[in-house]
């Protein structure tokens, strides 16, 4: 069975995260979250990522926009195994809380602080430290080999 993942942010890191996760055999990208209708929006359809939104309140824009939601972050939450947050750095309490609450795992990204999740993750420096935690964040994208 494939890992589930979420990806919450589809900008700069999001979409090249996205594409990573799909490009491998054991893992489908269940859903891409976005706040506005921009041309990210437009490229994650074309590339057959289903849309969501942080929350009912983005959905007039996209409707305006003529660009299809499957339903808000949530929704999403309810179908992933794991979320990659690519938000804005400072966005990683708030949404910590609900990932706890609906029982799946995250990473984050640099802009986070490391208290965060109390593990900053480098794959050359401790790969075999991140199997099995719940929560990481990575040091940041041009140091993680990914
Ligand atoms: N860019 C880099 O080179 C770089 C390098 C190292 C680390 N990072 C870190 O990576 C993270 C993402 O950076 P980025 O450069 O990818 O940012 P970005 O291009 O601004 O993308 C942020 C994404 O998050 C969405 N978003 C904004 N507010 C949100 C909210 N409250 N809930 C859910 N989604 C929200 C935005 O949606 P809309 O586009 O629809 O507004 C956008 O898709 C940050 O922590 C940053 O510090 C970035």
Redesign the pocket.
Known sequence: MKVKVAI???????KRVADAVAAQDDMEIVGV????P?F??RIAKEKGYDLYV?SNENNEEFKKSKIDISGT?VDLLEKADIVID????D?GEEYKKLYEKHGVKAI?????EHELTGFSFNSEANYSDAIGRDFARVV???TTGS
Do not use: D, F, H, M
């Open positions: 919450n942010g589809y900008g700069t890191i999001g979250v976005k706040t506005r921009s990210e929006a942080p972050l690519a938000t804005p750095g966005t984050w990204q640099g802009g986070e940041s994208c041009n």
